[in-house]
């Protein structure tokens, strides 16, 4: 009897030894990793100016969305765009207040505040067209 259990004893820690010791073939392939790009905020969205840059600093939308800048920090801001559209400028903006701007055109814009030098970006995407169970558009 001790030496079945000697023998079995062996065999649970050889087993144990070697159960880290596997390797995967090597013509197995890892699947390949993909990223996922981030999907455009449906609605109106909305930016806050704080005492340390703006909140968010960069967002992705659709066309035709409304954003709006509201200020929280102590002071007046006055914000700039520049984009495929050229350049708007929201004007100042008091502590508390807000100001909203509405992107028709798809493309990449930049924003910063005058007064403080933050920066921020918004992508606009053209809208998708909508598809119908059986592929066609709808």
Aim: overall charge negative; aromatic content about 6%.
């Amino acid at each position: 009897m001790r030496k079945v259990f000697g023998i079995l004893v062996i065999m649970v820690v050889a087993g144990i030894m070697t159960a880290g010791c596997v390797q995967p073939r090597g013509n197995e392939t890892p699947a390949p990793v993909t990223e996922t790009p981030p999907l455009p905020s449906i609605g109106a969205q909305t930016i806050s100016i704080t005492g340390s840059g703006f909140d968010p600093d960069a967002l992705i939308v659709p066309v035709d969305t409304t954003v709006t800048w509201v200020n929280n920090a102590a002071t007046n801001q006055t914000i700039q765009i520049t984009g495929p559209t050229g350049s708007i400028d929201l004007g100042v903006i008091e502590p508390g207040a807000p100001v909203s701007y509405t992107f028709t055109t798809a493309g990449n814009y930049a924003y910063r505040s005058e007064e403080t030098g933050f920066q921020g970006t918004i992508t606009v995407v053209p809208d998708t067209p909508s598809f119908s169970p059986t592929g066609m558009p709808g």
